[in-house]
Antibody
Framework: QLQLQESGPGLVKPSETLSLTCTVS??????????WAWIRQPPGKGLEWIGSIYFSGNTYYNPSLKSRVTVSLDTSKNQFSLNLSSVTVADTAVYYC???????????????WGQGTLVTVTS | EIVMTQSPGTLSVSPGERATLSCRASQSVGSKLAWYQQKPGQAPRLLIY???TRATGIPARFSGSGSGTEFSLTISSLQSEDFAIYYC??????????FGGGTKVEIE
C-alpha cells in the first residue's frame, strides 16, 4: 500500500527557505506512470497546487510561486523535496505531498496524499 | 489559468437526504475533473476522477456528472461520515492545476 509522509521544520523565519521532504513507501518514485506533487492549504482556506515533478526530473510549477519554488527527486532514498525561498507569513500552511498518475496528455488526479505537515512562518 | 467556482459555499442537509454540489470551470476542462473530500485535520481523499469515475473504495452513494464547464457531485443519502468539505479540481490545462474554493456539507 502506497504511503507518503512529509517531514521538515514546523517553524521557519521570514525571508528564509522552507524545506520539506516527502518519503514514499510501498512504491517507487522511479515509476514512469506517476508524477509527484506538493500542495498547500493555509489555515481555514482552500487548496493550492505548488508544483510537480516527473520521474524524468522535469518540473512544473504554479506560476504564482515559480520564482521561489524548487521541487527535486532523490531516487536513492525514494523521496522528493520542496524548497520555497523568501517565505513570508502568507506561506504559513499545511503542506501536503501527493501522487498523480500520468495520462495520455498531461497528469491526472491526486490519488494518494500524505497526512500533511503544518509550517508556520514566524519570527 | 482555469478558475474553478464551487457552489454553494455551505450546504445544510439532514442525514439520509440527498446533496448536490456544483462546480463550474471558467473554460472547458472536458472530463478532466476530480472531486475530493476533506475532514477536519485530515488530508483530502480522492472521491471521483474523470468527472464520473469513483475512486477505489468509494461508496456508490457518491456520483459525479458533467463535462465541459459544469459539473456536479451527488451524495444520494448522506451518512454521518459524509459531513465534510468537498473540493473540485481540474487537470485539463496546466500549469497551474487548480481547485475550487470548496463546499462545506454540514448537518442541518
Amino acid at each position: 500500500q502506497l504511503q507518503l509522509q512529509e517531514s521538515g521544520p514546523g517553524l521557519v523565519k521570514p525571508s528564509e527557505t522552507l524545506s520539506l521532504t516527502c518519503t514514499v513507501s510501498g512504491g517507487s518514485i522511479r515509476s514512469g506512470h506517476y508524477s509527484w506533487a506538493w500542495i498547500r492549504q493555509p489555515p481555514g482556506k482552500g487548496l493550492e497546487w505548488i508544483g510537480s515533478i516527473y520521474f524524468s526530473g522535469n518540473t512544473y510549477y504554479n506560476p504564482s510561486l515559480k520564482s521561489r519554488v524548487t521541487v527535486s527527486l532523490d531516487t536513492s532514498k525514494n523521496q522528493f523535496s520542496l524548497n520555497l525561498s523568501s517565505v513570508t507569513v502568507a506561506d504559513t500552511a499545511v503542506y501536503y505531498c501527493a501522487r498523480h498518475p500520468l495520462i495520455i496528455v498531461g497528469v491526472g488526479e491526486f490519488d494518494h496524499w500524505g497526512q500533511g505537515t503544518l509550517v508556520t512562518v514566524t519570527s | 489559468e482555469i478558475v474553478m467556482t464551487q457552489s454553494p459555499g455551505t450546504l445544510s442537509v439532514s442525514p439520509g437526504e440527498r446533496a448536490t454540489l456544483s462546480c463550474r470551470a471558467s473554460q472547458s476542462v472536458g472530463s478532466k475533473l476530480a472531486w475530493y473530500q476533506q475532514k477536519p485535520g485530515q488530508a483530502p481523499r480522492l472521491l471521483i476522477y474523470g468527472a464520473s469515475t469513483r475512486a477505489t473504495g468509494i461508496p456508490a452513494r457518491f456520483s459525479g456528472s458533467g463535462s465541459g464547464t459544469e459539473f456536479s457531485l451527488t451524495i444520494s443519502s448522506l451518512q454521518s461520515e459524509d459531513f465534510a468539505i468537498y473540493y473540485c479540481q481540474q487537470y485539463s490545462d496546466w500549469p497551474p492545476l487548480t481547485f475550487g474554493g470548496g463546499t462545506k456539507v454540514e448537518i442541518e
